[in-house]
């Protein structure tokens, strides 16, 4: 459906909705009346709790807007929980007595906790505070957070959300929750495991002070959320652990395809104590994504990470998916700016081989001081593996090792390395089985921008032009590098030499002032984004923004899409939340307008390419959706009469989508598919992509699809079917198959994504009979024995034409893979297996040569075999490929012995000679 249909029927909607709401207004209007005048009688109240007070008790008959105020100085044991108190916007606020002797927007140390109640645990495993399903709007300033003694095992200290089973959807996400001025800790000899576990949505952490959290031979974290859907304000703590600091990721998720998102961390310090390096505590980073996007991470202090459980690395960006649980883990959209790193034995780890990946960071006007040397580690800055559109710029570097080391034989796209400054060392950008310079940058980064940084000591022939190779980092010229002054003296010719025109290296005072917050003031928490208000507002902006630049770009087009995606959850968990509240009519106008205002946003870019407008056609059907669910539950038949009005709207049938190879409804990510509709689909005849295109194309012949709402590219349509290729991100499992064209969704299904789904292509209908593809034959000496040495043409060769292993086959032997021009083809013949069957029951297991995915067209695989002079005079000859436990569909070869003797032999397929 077009988005101005959409628009156009919700534009409708929202008109036939309030007219049909007006008796409903009355009753809301005295609902109003009502609502004002038992807020007149029941006013927020300051609830003082007495030392040895039932703070449970305390917490149970509060209401939303009380002050709860805990006597500094004392202690309260157990293990609170904080309820859902209902709809609603006004905050509980736990207070400590001397709270105004903390002052705002200062970080507190331990010397403060004389200042503050405090709050243990017993132990026993549990933590001192955690929130009910749903719980928000609750604010703790100047509180203290430990355990009761050293023998009090708990695991984590506050348990903001639940990261297991029990919380999967986002209306059971505790939201709007505050730490500020707060002491959380462990005990100095004993161990603890976590802070805060973050899997809450909007929570504010500010001004506090995390220490002492530490153990051997397990992993701990200050902070670490990954059940959560985002949010999040870390601002201006100090943050002490012996694992990692803070993470995000790196457990099972919960609520489907949530990543952690929308995460601000500013001005922390983030370390450990160096006594802990002769204590043998397991450490690994100072600060870890494992899935997350848009995170912003400015003017914060990184130090003191030696290599002990991992190899000193500081900064990791390692995207996992938990053994396939998580598929849809993501690092995508994170600026690192303004931060000093140091006294670490390496530097930042990029991985992106998992999950959706890694793309679009950015490392900007950083200082890395001390990296490498009496830390252990290698030294390096960058280590970087199948991660796109990572930036560089104006980094001031001191290391020991390798400026960047890329590796793992997969080139990366839109790599830019700019205005750094820095030391060669032994061997600058280095590719892995490449090379220094040139030759591992071209490999690694093909077309990236490489241009004016200085790497001291490097050889100008071995690197592009336009950069600079001083002979040593005192050549640079810095006002008094022995005393850590980094700034370019008046008389550096690096002064004014950036591509911007400004210094190489950092630009010191913008350092300085993301250090300090802006002139010292804290940074304000962040809106809430949860109302439908505030969401309507963000949609506003939306269509501004398209109307002001006539079009979108593709990060403001990225962009957009997020949000209204985001969106769409929100309102979701808003209709759950707020669907018994007195003013349910107003909320449902409210969600009216929101999507109206949205749709108009989807409108304006319809002049954009077809690959585009293909993209918005997902985010169209989500709004749909969302909104058909938050209709009143009588609207169906108002929203039937208007979808008759819009002729231009077809009626919706069967999408039965299938393996092309096998024609069964199971197919693999990046696999070629067939969808089979029960009549045309469209009535601008055949369309094909060229085999010779790399284009990735969404939309051919007016026809869009999508699976389990993720575009796939397309490969021809007719009239009566659509090839595609399934996406590569598709979540295991079973996923709704949607095709549509700018009308509108005309077709539906349901199809199984296994991560392998292995099939033969053949000529006949059905999956089985003569294999596709025949010309793969390469005649040898069938009567020679067979071997598996490829250099040497012994036996006759097949090649099959096949689908859905290659994705996710495991390559255990990169001795076979081939390197071509193009770089590293891997070769999965270790883990696929062609087993060969005549009709009496006999069976050979042929040698493979090649595995892998297919050059010819995209979507394919193919595998080659070498065929044994044993299979002469068989007959017909069943093959299938074996994948593990799972088998293909059977192909059939048919055999004969040649008439007249010959050194080669005569193969006939069914017929067709070769």
Known sequence: MSAQLIARKLFSLHHITFLSSLKSLFIFSFLVIVFITANLVAKATTLNVPVGGDLQAVINAARPGDTIVLPAG????????????GAGENWITFLSSDAALLSEGVRVTPSDAARMPKLVTPGRGEPVLRTQAGAHHYRFVGLEFTPASRAAVAHDLILFGDGSSAQTTLAQMPHHLVLDRCFVHGTTAGTMKRGVSLNSSQTTIVNSYFADFKAHGQDTQAIAGWNGSGNYLIENNYLEASGYPVMFGGSDVHVPDLVPSDIRILRNTFTRPLQWRAAGYTVKNLFELKSARRVTIDGNLFENNWQHSQSGIAIVFTVRDEDGRVPHAVIEDVDFTNNIVRHTGAGISIYGAEGRGVRRIRFANNLFDDVGGEWGGNGNFLLITQADDITLDHNTIFHTGSFAYPYAEVPMSGFVMTNNLAAHNDYGIIGEGYGIGNIGISHYFPNATVRRNVLAGGSAGRYPADNFFPQTLDDVGFNDRANGDYRLSPSSRYRTAGTDGKDLGCEWDALERAMKGEGGEVIPVPVPLVTLQHVTAAHTNAAALVASTGGLSPAQFDSLIDEIVQANLTAQSEAGRLGDMANEVEVRLTVALYFTRAAHSLARVEALDSSVRSRLQIAAEHLNQVREALLPPNSNVVFNTVEASAKAVPSISLADMRSSATLASVVAPASAATIMLDRAVTSRGAARVPSSSRASVYELAGISITVGGRAATLVDVSQSRVGFV??????????????????????????????????????????????????????????????MDASVNVATKLTISATGFSFAAPNTNFANDGRSTSGMTPNLAESVAVEARVRDGRTWWLNVEFAGVSQAATGMDQVTVMLPPELRNVGTLELTLVIGEMRSNSASLNFRTPIVPSELTTVTIKGGRK
């Not at 549509?740 to 789904?757: C, D, F, N």
């Not at 089985?768 to 071997?787: E, S, Y």
């Open 74 to 85: 004392a202690t309260f044991t157990g293990s609170f929980t904080l309820p859902d108190k």
């Open 726 to 787: 399934v996406p590569r991100e598709s979540a295991l499992g079973e996923a709704e198959v949607v095709v549509t064209t700018q009308s509108g969704t005309i077709a539906r299904g349901t199809v199984t994504v296994a991560s392998i789904a292995p099939g033969i292509f053949v000529k006949s209908v059905g999956g089985v009979g003569l294999p596709l593809g025949k010309a793969g034959f390469t005649r040898g000496g069938f009567f020679r024995t067979t071997t």
